[in-house]
C-alpha cells in the first residue's frame, strides 16, 4: 500500500471528495494513558486531542477496551471520534482491519457509532482497501446488521460509489472494460493511470463485492442502494454508474437493480447510465434479457424520460427473433400501438418490419388486426406485412378472408398489396372465381390501384373461371368505370376471354353503338381486337358498319380497319359497301381505302373480288376506289399481277375517270412495265391520241417506246403519223421510235419514207441521225431513198453528206484564175468550197464510181483523191447547174449516172473528149441535149483541150460559151 494520506472527515467522506495528502503520523503519548480524559461528550473537540496527539491505529484498540470495559456508550464515542481524526487511506484501512479481526460486541458497538456519527462512507472506504475477507465481514455488520437492510447504511455505501466515481471522472481514471479478457483485471489499468488510480478502482471493486456478499445478489445490493437517487443530481447517478462499472458490474445489473427498487429510481437511473456515456442501447440490450414485466417497464421509463419509438424499435435491427418477440410483447404491453410498431421498424429496413411482424404474430396478435394497423401508413409497409404474412403459410386468400372480417373498405387496400407482392395476380384471380361481387369490387379496386387492368385479372381466371369474367366487368362498373375504362382495361385480354368480356358488355345492356365508340377510343391493335370478339359473339358484320356509320366517316373508318384487321374474306365489307346509297358509298369508299392501308391489308384483295364477280363489277370498283381518292399505282400494281385483260380495264377506267396518260402511264411504267402494250390498249380505248401518248413515251426508254408504238401501229397509226407526233420531243425520241420500227420488222425504206414525207427538211434530218445513231450506213439509207424515189433519193443524198467530216477550203489563186477563164462572172466563185472528206468508200462507189460530186457550192473529193484542175472544171460545172436549175440537178446528175448514156457524150477519149466532135456540132450548142454528167463533161474537156493539150476546141466552144458570163 503506498504511503499516502487522505483528508477523511466524517462528513466530508459523506459529502465531499477524498483529499489525498502525504506524511506520517506519530502519538506523542500513549492514547490508552489519556483516553479517560477525553471529551467526548465534544465529539469535534475529542477529534481535534486525537489529532494533536498524532494517534496511529494501532494506538485505537487498547483505549477502546479500556473504555468499552466500564462504558460502551463511551467506547463508541471514542470510535466515532477516531475514526473522524485519521487523515489517510492507510490510517483508516489499518483501524478497521483491526476492527474486523476484533469481536462481534466490539465490531458492531464501532460500526453503529459510526454510522450514527455519520462516518458511514469511512466504513465503506475502508473496506475497499482491506483483504476480502475483513471487508466482506464489516460490511455485512455495516448493511445487514442481524440479517435487516439498513437503509441508512445503503444510503453511506451509494454516496460513497458516488463519490468515488466523481474521482474518477475528474482524475480522467476510466472505467476498464470488464468483458474484455486480461491477466489479471487491473494489469491494463494499472499501465493507463498508476498506482493511485488502481488502488482506488481496487477498492470500488472491492468494496462492491464486499455489498454484494453482504446481500447475496448484485441485482438486491444495487436495488438497496439506489433507492435514494430520485434525489440525486444526473451527474451524481453518473458517477454511481462508473463506480458500479469500474466495479466489474453491468449496465444489466444496474437497470435491473433500479427496476427492482422503484419506477421513479429506474428512470434515473438510466439518466445517469447516459450520462456516463453509454448509449441507450446498452440499456436495451440488457433489458432485453429481462422478463417481458420488467423489459415493459424498462421501456415505459425510456418513453417517459423522453426516447423515442424510433429509438426503441432501431435498437431491434438485426436481432434475434426471441428478442423481437419479447420486445413486441413489452411494447404492446405497454400501450403501444401495433401500427406505430411497424411504422418505425421499417424505417430501419423491410427485414425489420418483415421480424418485427413474425414477433407479432408469434405473441398472439391476429393477422387482421395487424393488417388494420398498418393500411393507412405507406404502401411499402402494407406489402412488408402481407408479404411476411405469405412466408408464415398465411394463403393470400385466409388473408382477404381476415381482413374482410375487419371491414370490406379495408378489402381494397390488402388486395393491392397482395398484387405487388404477388407479382402475377393468378392468386387474386382465384379468389375472385368463388367470391361475392361486392368482394371482387374491392379487389379490381386494389388492383386498379397499383397500376394493373381489370384485362390483368381477367387473363388470370383461366378457362375454370370463365363465368367469373362477367363478374369482373360488372365490378368494374360498379367501380364507376365507364366502358371506354373497361374496354381499355380489357386489352391484353384475348380469346375466350376476351369474348366473355364483350359478351358481358352486352349482357350489362351495352348497345352496339355504345360498344363502338367506347373501342374506337382504344388503341386500332385493341380496337380490331374487340371487333373482331364481337363478331365471334354473333355481331353481324352489318350492324357493326350500320352502327359505325352513323357516327361519322371517321368513325367508320376506324370501324372499318378493326374489322379488316381480324376479318379474313373482304368481300362481305364490300358488297355492303356497294349496297350503301351513291352518296354514301363514295365516301364509304373512301374510308375503305383508308382503313385498308391502316390495316395492313391490300387493295389487291377488294380488286381480286370484284374480278371474280364480273367485269362490270371490276369497273365499277376501280371507278369507285378512285373516285374515293386511291392511288392510282394500287389499281396498276393489282393489275399488273392479274394480267392484260385487267390492265388494260385498269387504264380505260382511269383514263375516263379523268386521269391524264402521264400520270397513268407514270405508275405503269414504275409497277406493270411488262403490262405497257394492254394499258396503252385500255387507253385507246377510253380515247386517248397518239400524240399523247408518244409525249410520254418520248423521254422514255426505247423499249418503252416499241411497246407504245407498237400498239399505236396495230390501232392504225401510220409511221409518218408516228414521226409527226415524236418530232416535237426533244433527246431521243426520234431515235426511240426509229428504233421501235425496226424493232417491230419495219424496212428501212418504210422508215425513211415515214420521215421523207415530213413537211420540213429537219424531221428527215433527224431520222436519218437516228438510223446513223442505230448504225445503218450511209449507202444503205441512200438506197433505200433510192427505193422510193429519186427525188426522195437526193434529198437524202444531200443530208448524208452532213453524216462525214471534213475540212472546207476556197479556191486557190491558181484553181480561181483557171475557173475565170471557163466562168467567167457566171460563178460567185468565192461561195465554192473544196472538201477532202472521209466518205466511206461502199458510198462514194455505189453513188459516183469514187468520183467527186457536188452539192450546191460544195465540192465534195474522196479522201484518197487529189484534185486536178479538170476534175475541179467538171464539179465546177455542176455549181452552175445548180445556180441555172436549183438542187434539181442533183437529182438530175444522179440519174443520169444511173442511165444507159452516163457520162459520155460521143468521145473516143476519155482524157480529152476526142471524137465527140460530130455530136457537139450535130447539138449545134444545145446545151439540153445533154445530161447534167456529160455536160460537165464537156466544159472539163474544153479546158483540157483549150488550156492544157492545146487542140482544137472550136467544137466545144459554143457550149462553153454558155457557162461564161
Known sequence: MPDNRITLSMSSVAAGPIAIAAGPVTAVQPLIDRVTTLPLQDRAATVKELQAARVQPEDFAPAFAKLAATNRTQAGAFAAAFTESLQTTDQ????????????DADRRTIIDANKQAGNGGAVVH????????????LMRDFLMPDGTADAAAFRDLALWLSLAGQVMREKGIPVPDFDVPHDGIFDDFIDWVGDAASALVGAVKNAFDAVVNAVGDVIGAIARAVGDIVNWTVQ??????????????TVADLVAGAAQATFEALKQMIKGIEAAGRAIGEVLSAAANFVVDTLGTVLRALKEIGKTLTSIVGFLAGKALDILTRFAQALVAIGEQIGNILVEAVRFGV????????????????????????????????????????????????ILDDIRARGLQFVRAVASAVGRVAGSLADLAAYVASATIDMVREILGGIIDIGRSLGDLIVNLGR???????KVIEAAFQLGQTLVEVIRGIANVAGDLLRQAVQAMFDLGKTVVEFLRATMASTLDAAAKLVDAALAIGKTLGSLLSSAISQGFAFFRRTLYAVLRHMGPIGDIVDWVLRQAQDVSALAWRELMNAL???????????????????????TVIAAMDAAGSMISRVIQWAAIAGEAALAVAGEVLMRAGHTVEDILLWVEQDALPGLRAVVRGLLAAGATALDLLAWAASRTAQIMRDVAAELIAAGVTLSQLVADTLANPGNAIRNLVQAFQDLGKTLKDIVESAVVQPTEDALRRVLQALKDMGRSALEVLQAAFEISASAAATVFTLLLEWFPGSYRPLSETERADADEVFGAALPLDQVRLAV????????????????FTTMFLINFASWANIKIETLMHELTHVWQGMVAGPVYMVEALEAQASAEGYNYGYTNSENGEGAQDRLNAAAGDFTVFNREQQAQIIMHYFVRRYEQALDYSAWQPYANIVHA
Request: glycine share 10%.
Open 351 to 398: 427485414a425489420l418490419a418483415s421480424d418485427m411482424v413474425r414477433a407479432l404474430v408469434a405473441i398472439g396478435r391476429a393477422v387482421g388486426e395487424i393488417l388494420l394497423a398498418v393500411i393507412t401508413n405507406p404502401s411499402g409497409l402494407l406489402d412488408t406485412v402481407v408479404s411476411t404474412l405469405r412466408s408464415l403459410g398465411r394463403t393470400f386468400a385466409s
Open 597 to 619: 392501308d391502316l390495316a395492313g391489308r391490300s387493295v389487291r384483295e377488294v380488286l381480286d373480288w370484284a374480278r371474280a364477280q364480273s367485269d362490270a363489277v371490276l369497273r
Open 464 to 470: 375454370a373461371a370463365l363465368g367469373a369474367v362477367r
Open 837 to 852: 472528206m472521209s466518205l466511206p468508200v461502199d458510198f462514194i462507189e455505189w453513188v459516183n464510181g469514187g468520183r467527186p
Open 236 to 249: 451524481q447517478v453518473a458517477d454511481f454508474v462508473k463506480a458500479v462499472l469500474a466495479a466489474g458490474k
Open 92 to 103: 483508516i484501512t489499518r483501524l478497521f482491519n483491526a476492527v474486523a479481526q476484533g469481536s
Open 126 to 137: 475502508a473496506v475497499g482497501f482491506l483483504p476480502a475477507a475483513q471487508g466482506r465481514v
